[in-house]
């Protein structure tokens, strides 16, 4: 009972109303040990399967994306149409599989310093996180 009602303030927080399936979804995100990397298919599809419930893509993309402006949650594009959501919201990089379609943190001191040589006019940079693409290697197999 007390999660449910950490999950309401968080709701509350962001300006959504608590409904069960908008505390369902906390459930899901925020109940986890690990970092949890997802695409809004991939949440629709978990709370499904794992949940037994029925919560329209709609209401999941609205929920995911307030959480994500209100910095619970990091949105990492892949590409034009492809984004993923980070329950980890610390600066950090990633490998993205290209065979699974699984996006791996990368801790920040596996990667050397980065050297930025140029930088907007008139902005600072805040972070720099990696996204390091990677496919099996055919090649090494026999």
């Excluded at 505390?23 to 970092?35: A, G, H, P, Q, Y």
């Excluded at 499904?48 to 594009?77: P, Q, R």
């Excluded at 006019?121 to 090494?140: R, Y």
């Amino acid at each position: 009972m007390k999660k449910d009602c950490n999950f309401v303030n968080k709701l509350r927080e962001i300006g959504l109303r608590p409904t069960k399936q908008r505390v369902k979804i906390c459930e899901l995100l925020f109940s986890r040990e690990k970092t949890f990397h997802f695409t809004i298919n991939d949440l629709a599809k978990k709370i499904s399967d794992e949940m037994n419930e029925k919560i329209s893509l709609a209401t999941v993309y609205n929920t995911v994306h307030h959480f994500e402006k209100k910095g619970y949650l990091k949105e990492i594009a892949i590409n034009s149409d492809k984004s993923y959501f980070d329950t980890n919201t610390s600066a950090h990089h990633h490998f993205y599989d290209e065979d699974t379609h699984e996006l791996i943190d990368c801790d920040q001191n596996d990667i050397d310093f980065i050297n930025i040589k140029n930088n907007v006019t008139g902005k600072k940079i805040n972070s720099v996180e990696i996204l390091i693409k990677v496919a099996s290697d055919n090649q090494n197999q026999n």
